[in-house]
């Protein structure tokens, strides 16, 4: 069974600093590996998608890379700014599935002036 | 487009009132998902739909949950009797059949008393 784990939990940063959030699955088999944003009282943004044939994605500040046969994917902020302040998930589609959606639990950051 | 449109924003009643939550997925899309969200689990997947059609209801916690998808622009989740446990966030997402990328809706806060 797909696990997927996120660490940390909760991350605290000064504006301007880059970083890095960790996201971990167990079953290297995946079809994809998704990047959500989710802000406080509201529902998920996607970010970033990377097919399982890619290595890594950029959109703007972002960029996400994929390391399958350690089953490990990381999400780069560059320069980061309080309003990138929200909560970061990932997910993957289990192989049996690939419509489904299995999330981790997330990344709180917290980014201040 | 307006996205993913959720009815109530916001629904507290007593344990064993009947509860429905509506969804309106973005016009086109062929998905439709329900998730529930809670600090305890995460963001959980319940069922989800494919052309109006129930697909993997795997996730319905129990039998007092029943979703339905009438015509492809609308959807609803019906908790029947509620209880306080089911007190959480629930989401509901659509999406094309490409790409993958899921739009969610802003999520109704359910309080069970």
Known sequence: KQEVTQIPAALSVPEGENLVLNCSFTDSAIYNLQWFRQDPGKGLTSLLLIQSSQREQTSGRLNASLDKSSGRSTLYIAASQPGDSATYLCAVPPLYNTDKLIFGTGTRLQVFP | ?113
């Open chain 2, 1 to 113: 487009d307006a996205g993913v449109i959720q009815s109530p924003r916001h629904e507290v009643t007593e344990m064993g009132q009947e509860v429905t939550l509506r969804c309106k997925p973005i016009s086109g899309h062929d998905y439709l998902f329900w998730y529930r969200q809670t600090m305890m689990r995460g963001l959980e997947l319940l069922i989800y739909f494919n052309n109006n059609v129930p697909i993997d209801d795997s996730g319905m916690p129990e039998d007092r949950f029943s979703a339905k998808m009438p015509n492809a622009s609308f959807s609803t989740l019906k908790i029947q009797p509620s209880e306080p446990r089911d007190s959480a966030v629930y989401f509901c997402a659509s999406r094309p059949s490409h790409p993958d990328t899921q739009y969610f809706g802003p999520g109704t806060r359910l309080t069970v008393l």
